[in-house]
């Protein structure tokens, strides 16, 4: 297919403010799942299991609340961007600068559920598990982050 029929009929304008739609639907589904997850790590504190955890696994727990505090304000960096520079003809600026929080989302929160699945484990069944629990899906989080990034550098060669 020529490179001319490719892509869309739109303004740089127009291209801008459909990026930015789409950064913003991605946000609201990290961002959801970054809320159950920050509301589960909320809602094992006030366990009355919570005071059996030993010192490792409270300073574990208390990692992944800091973790999850950063994958929020990460995730709410954006709006902030678009806040301040709404209306200034800025757009494509914003949409480069969405993209890059976007992505430090994702990195961060791919590291909470690591963290929280090691955790559980941790918690359930012993450190070992846990270990274990956190390379599996360490694992499957950089064979899934590995394919988005060979889908990427394949393009559009069919």
């Known amino acids: 297919m020529p490179d001319a029929t490719r892509g869309r009929d739109e303004t740089p304008e127009e291209r801008a403010d459909r990026n930015f739609a789409d950064i913003l ?5 990290v961002l959801t799942g970054t809320q159950l997850i920050s509301g ?7 366990q009355s299991g919570f005071a059996e955890l030993d010192s490792v696994e409270v300073a574990h727990y208390l990692v992944l609340v ?10 709410m960096t954006p709006v902030v961007v678009h806040r301040l520079h709404f209306a200034r003809r800025m757009k494509a600026d914003v949409v480069q ?54 889908l990427r550098r394949a393009g559009h060669d069919d």
């Open 25 to 29: 639907q991605e946000l609201r589904v």
């Open 40 to 46: 589960f790590l909320l809602a094992v504190a006030f």
């Open 66 to 75: 800091a973790i999850a505090a950063l994958a929020t304000l990460l995730g």
């Open 97 to 150: 600068v969405g993209n890059r929080f976007l992505l430090a989302t994702l990195v961060v929160v791919s590291a909470l559920v690591v963290g929280v699945t090691a955790f559980i484990f941790e918690v359930v069944v012993g450190l070992t598990a846990g270990t274990w629990a956190a390379g599996g899906t360490l694992l499957v989080v950089a064979a899934l982050w590995s394919l988005a990034w060979s």
